[in-house]
């Protein structure tokens, strides 16, 4: 019987019920399950981060679990062009480790990639990382969550010293006076965190939201803020000139506990309200509203999103952000500070552990000769056997097939022909392998491409652990073995590293019991700055979750960060000048209106799951292109019409939805679908240089009809 499952007996057939956590975002909403015979409903389950509720997505969550689609044996294409076939484990498994060696003995080590997910469990995520590094020794891994949250983890790592969502409990903003929300639009994305806004709203507390859509969340805000897209930057120093102006900064806050302010006052001393108004489109009366909501109450907190990090100014625009709280004296103060919506269900976990193409478990840096160490060690291998860093997440597609980069790829939890920006080019990418591997439990678009499928285990059919979007470690209990055919990813990275014979005594290495990964996990990150070594399944269980920092098992853990100093070398938190820079790819009379891009309450990610979901595929059944009715009217477009986006790299074909919640310059849609809805056909592979994240929010398009 798994922990945390049980089965009760009623009159009838016994049910088995697992007091669990929703598959999806990374609120982590917890859950029931409750199997009879082989229906499997779900149940509300009272935990602090969504009190018994859940949205659409999670109340159907289920109905992937018998989904006629279900992959339950290996597929294999015999040859370039040919089919997908069923094969049998033994088959599959020996043609990816062949594979794989006659790749490396050809063009090296560094020839395999594997490109993972943020919706991986902390073990999974540990192992692959492990495998990457051990068994296959390549430097050539990253995540899909590199697309996620990147900009935001790599501001708040230089000005924190630290990167973790949320340093607060959720529960922290339903006593903020006032909230301000940059980029996000939970109503869509994570309904059931407006409880907490409810919670802050009956307080009398006030919300301001900055979106250049009049989104559900938008609509409930007290002050709506309408930039142009790419504008969010100009507009977070504007606040802080208004700051100063009126000597709301906080003087005392800013001389004992940050360094590097009287640069970042020199910078903002040019972002005049009126200069920001005619770049951004948001009225001086309405900075001023804003600095004056955030500056003159006890308690504020500042959350960003994808909307204002998905740019290739991303990390920039946090830390203008960061820096308005931290003049502001709100970070470490209860009801207080700067925060980021992970938008992954692991996003937090998923890149502590090892994912991403620079570091190892607890958030090592990989070029830290004392971090491989330490590392090497609990791997029982030596320390320069380990590579070095990778690439970034679209560097690393970019390149795959070409001269100079990996010929073959693993990927386990993704599906990039959809989410990856310039999805046309990455999926001519993908072709070009000698070698493709997907591992996932339907066929996904990228799953299509592949030399071998293997289908693994879902959400309800593994333990393990998720670690939400406030630090907090949780439990995923299974409710039942997976189906006849299926292996979990665990197993399927130990049975491939015992046939490469690269990893420590082969498959031993690899174990596929989630608990004995975990335990090495915590062994793994002891000392790290994302530290697990004090957190075990049964204290999460026990505490409805542990949050990290939590080097000691009969410690305290840390619910909330920065109260006393910040895990800097000299405890004090550090501001970063920035400054507004222009979008990657201006508009023109070719492509003379701004795309962006977002999510819809339905879908969700690249909806590989979700649109298979019947009472989700009714409720937004294909994608749409939102435009301004002044805009429609200039193209003499109506509701329903079908019309054409295109860019420099590509096109989409969606029916026309006219709304005055978009500005009239933009357009969006979308990302949840493929084909010729593919949104991110037409979005630009422009960087951040610091954080490797995507311009996914912003480029330059042309609307026609269809």
Known sequence: MTQGARVTTRPGTPSREAATHCPYCALQCGMVLRENGRRVEVLPRQFPTNRGGLCQKGWTAAELLDHPDRLTTPLVRDRRGGELRPASWDEALDRVATGIRAVQDR??????????GGGL???????????ARVALRTRHIDYNGRWCMSSAAAAGLRAFGVDR??????????????????????AETMPPLLRHLADQRARGGRLIVVDPRLTATARQADLHLQPLPGTDLAVANALLHIALSE???DRAYVAERTSGFDEVRRTVAGYWPAEVERLSGVPVADLEATARALATVDRAIVLTARGAEQHAKGVDTVAAFINLTLALGLPGRPGSGYGCLTGQGNGQGGREHGQKADQLPGYRRIDDPAAREHVARVWG??????????VPAYALLDSLGTATGPRALLVFGSNPVVSAPRAARIESRLRDLDLLVVADFLRSETAELADVVLPVAQWAEEDGTMTNLEGRVLRRRALREPPAGVRTDLAVLAALAARLEGGAAGGEGFPTDPRAVFEELRRASAGGPADYA????DRVERDDGVFWP??????????????????????????HAVTHRPAAEAVSAEYPLHFTTGRVLAQYQSGAQTRRVDALRRAAPNGFVELHPDLADRLGVTEGDEVRVVSRRGELRAPARVSPAIRPDTVFAPFHWPGAARANSVTNDAVDPISGMPEFKICAVRVERA
């Open 247 to 249: 000597g709301w900064v």
């Open 165 to 186: 969502g949320l340093p607060f409990p959720l529960a922290d903003l339903g006593r903020a006076e006032t909230l301000l929300l940059v980029g996000a639009n939970p």
């Open 107 to 116: 063009y090296g080590r560094d020839a395999v990639a594997v490109f993972g």
């Open 381 to 390: 291998v030596p320390a320069e056997d380990l590579p070095g860093p990778g």
């Open 534 to 537: 004090g957190v075990t399944w």
């Open 550 to 575: 939590c080097p000691d098992p009969d410690g305290p853990d840390t619910p909330r960060l920065f109260a006393d100093s910040f895990p800097t070398p000299d405890g004090r938190a550090r501001f």
């Open 121 to 131: 469990t902390n073990e999974k995520a540990y192992a692959l990382g492990k495998f």
